[in-house]
């Protein structure tokens, strides 16, 4: 009986996600942005297939153009009855505040560089009284080191301040000016 049911079990699947580093994320990027998510919505496409749209405005484009707004678009969301959601893949609320490292939006299932490895949340630290960077899982960011970003969870104690926006905004034009050699040691 167990083997009967083995055999009726479908197989797990999920995305295999590679790491990216800092500055694999500026490189890849066709489009960096920041922004305020002012919607969701969700939409199929001829075949049927379900799409989750994240439409961005208050734009700061880093890098790539786009214009007063920015829409993104993630495979999955609910057609009717049935509900595509992959796990790992990012949601957005409207409102939130958000720094998207983009490549392949409207032909890739996720157009986030390395899934949630490309997104980025900002919110207003109330310590300092500006906007800060926290990655996908809301931990802060808080420091570049060689090729990769320091959270807050990895970094030695004491623990620095989070990144502010302003500061990842600087390390993003510099990474665009001057890339990070592939070859350098991680």
Known sequence: MALGLACLAS????????????PELVARAEQIVAGTVAAVTEEQD??????????LSDLTVLKGDVGATFTLRLY???????GVHIPDMPTFT???RALLFVAGNGRDVCPLVGI??????????AASGTEVVDDSDSIPVVARSGRRLVRAASAAPPTPPPMTFDAMRHLIADELAHPTDANAPK
Do not use: H, I
């Open 11 to 22: 197989p797990a699947r999920a995305m295999v996600v590679v790491s990216r580093d800092f």
């Open 46 to 55: 001829a075949a049927g297939t379900p799409w989750t749209l994240v439409t």
């Open 76 to 82: 999955g969301g609910s057609t009717g009855e049935v």
């Open 94 to 96: 409207p409102g939130e």
């Open 116 to 125: 949630w490895q490309g997104r980025f949340r900002l919110r207003l630290d």
